[in-house]
C-alpha cells in the first residue's frame, strides 16, 4: 500500500478543508452532491465527503493529484503534508553532521523528547520554570498519548504528534465557518502542551542561535 493509499483511511473532509483554506483555496459556493468545489485562480479541486463511500480513497487521489499538479509538487509530497493536518506538530530538531549516529544516542534522543513532552505537560497544568520530580499523573500519561511521526530528511528531526480530535463539521451557509470554535481548544489540555512546547522552543532558539 502506497503513503496516497493509506493516506485515504486517516484524512478527513475538515482536514481537507483545513488545508485548502491554509493554503489560499476558496469555497465556491454551495457544495455539490456528496462533493465540495474550492478553487485557487485558474485552478478547482473537488472535497469528497463521505468518508463511507467505496470510491472514498481514489477521490482522495484524485484531490491529491490535482494538488500537486497545481503546485507542480511530488503527489507523496501532498500526502505527507496532509497525513498531520489535523493534529499539532512541534518538530525537534538535534544538529549533527553525521550520516548515522549509534543507537545508543538515537535511544537519548528518544528519551529527551518524552522527558520535553513530559515537562511541557507538568507547566500546562502549573506553570513554572522547574519541576523537580513532581510530575503528576496526567503529565505522564501525556508522553503515552502523543506519538512519534514519520522521520524526514535534514539533521536529526523527531516529529511529536498530538493528535487534536475530529474537527466540528463546517455547516456551510453564506460565507465559510470556521472550522475550529477557539474558545474549546483554549480549554484542550493536548492543544495548550503543543503551545507550551512551541514557546519553550521559540526561547531556546532565541537563547542559543539569535543571540
Sequence with gaps: MTNIDALASEVTPAGLRAYLKANSWHFEGKPLPRMELWARDSWEVLIPLNRQASDYPRRIRNFIEDIAGERGSRAEEI??????????????????????????????????ARSFAVANACSAMHRRSYHGRSQPRRAREYADFVGMGHTREGSFIIPIVSPIGVMKPVIIEGDQEPLIDVQSEINYFPRRV???????LREIHELAVVR
Design 79 to 112: 500526502a505527507t503534508e496532509l497525513r498531520y493536518i489535523e493534529d499539532d506538530v512541534i518538530d525537534l530538531e538535534f544538529d549533527d553532521d553525521r550520516s548515522r549516529i549509534p543507537l545508543s544516542e538515537a535511544a537519548k534522543l528518544m528519551e529527551g
Design 194 to 200: 503543543t503551545g507550551i512546547m512551541a514557546d519553550v
